[in-house]
DNA sequence: CCAAAAGTGTTGCTTGTACACCCATGT
DNA sequence: ACATGGGTGTACAAGCAACACTTTTGG
């Protein structure tokens, strides 16, 4: 089927890399590999897989995410494509990073384990192979970006939660404290959010009341991410 | 030298697509080559090539833009990926988009239509090949987001402007009108540009001072442009 | 009743926006 | 002198940040 016009160009291996951001204990952590093997054996490693024939890039982030975390209807966005020649010394492969977000909670973390993974602190981060550590920066500020234009969160949290942990996370993604006041209302002024008539007595005598997302919020930020699946 | 374990993967065709703009006559211009074979004659096509062997991606899209336009030392951003298996009916070819900017003038311009290209205004463009519509939305998005967060314009604009021509140009980016006495305040109150003592005395009677970006200000914002060249 | 966390109000400051106004000068 | 576009001033509104204040309730 290929044309032969394209014979005499060079071909590559293609691969995709994942970085893994769930939130827990009020700050982000990433899902890494321990690598056992030379090269930069002891060194961590993001999950990845390579692309295959007729798959898009993004079908393979998700392929690489399912078969390792068993998780599927994940958050993912395409990053940024790597392809210093001899970034990775056993071949010369052209790595695609996505990032994804997911929410963490023990099955998961059981699945993950027996994988050999583990969600490490971002604050924390071990020595990681490659260039990877830099595809965790761009994730980041990628990460950053998206939150500052958006509200995020349904991806990271509970479906419900109080203003004080999406407060927390957003300090977590931004690594500062926001005025607990000011907080409240610029997101409660976004109207993406609806009160339970439950509360939260956990943290404080008085309660916190529980929030979810609106059906009508969730829709519009869903649409993009299922376009990702399928039209790439 | 390819490790063993890598050989059970396919390998892919890689391209680099470049959105190159140019500004001219108070609006954004793509340039494009028309395709003049099947399947897809008579649509016109964003500058592209394929990626070799033993070069960064970056690399390649620099080589692109060298080979067809003879520009150096161009303004380079990685945009997106697209990878749908069958976007380029000749074979699977997974391409990477970048966009360019660049000074349009008279040299460029013959040494560009020598090759067959031709400056499309942003606002007519023809009916383009596979999937290279969708890279140039992507890449608008993409120089909106710069110009917003960043005053854009030395990549675009002859070395010494006029605010007007300055604000004529994001309103061509931005798709709308910036009001003349507020964009000029924002603008040097950023204070990235100097004042020469030379007036443009073709668009009025009083005639509007020429400015420049400070060295400083080139310093910082080509720094990273170097950095994309030689360190993916 | 009081400590402590949840939630509300108030105020001042910065920024954006609309638009009126002044300025310089070639004809 | 006046029309024309360049450039400045002003006044109002919106948004943000700091922080004081009120509310609730288990101990």
Redesign the interface.
């Known amino acids: ?3 032969l ?2 014979r005499n ?6 691969s995709v890399d994942c970085v893994i951001l769930g939130y827990e204990e009020e700050e982000l952590k990433l899902l890494l590999y321990p690598r056992g093997f030379a090269p930069e054996e002891g060194k961590w490693s993001l999950l990845g897989g ?9 079908n393979a982030a998700l392929r690489v995410l399912y078969n390792t975390t068993g998780l599927e209807e994940i958050y993912l966005e ?1 990053v ?6 001899d ?1 990775d010394p ?5 790595s ?1 990073a996505y990032y994804a977000l997911v929410k963490i909670n023990q099955q998961d973390i059981d699945l993950v384990r027996e994988h050999g993974a583990h969600w490490w602190p971002l604050s924390k981060l071990p020595d990681l192979i490659f ?1 990877h550590r830099r595809m965790v920066d761009k994730s980041i500020e990628r990460l950053q970006q998206k939150a500052s234009s958006q509200l995020i969160g349904s991806e990271l949290l509970p479906e419900t939660f109080t203003l004080i942990q999406l407060r927390n996370l957003y300090n977590a993604i931004f690594l500062r404290t926001f005025d607990p006041g000011n907080f409240r209302r610029k997101i409660l002024s976004l109207d993406v959010l609806e009160r339970l008539d439950i509360k939260d007595m956990s943290g404080s005598k008085k309660g916190a009341f529980y929030y979810r997302f609106t059906q009508k919020s969730l829709d519009m930020k869903f649409k993009p991410i299922f376009n990702l699946i399928n ?2």
């Open positions: 089927m290929t044309n016009v394209y160009y060079t071909k590559h291996y293609l390579f692309v295959n024939e007729n798959e898009t890039i993004d395409q940024h494509s790597f392809s210093e020649p970034r056993g071949a010369r492969v052209v695609i260039d039209q790439d």
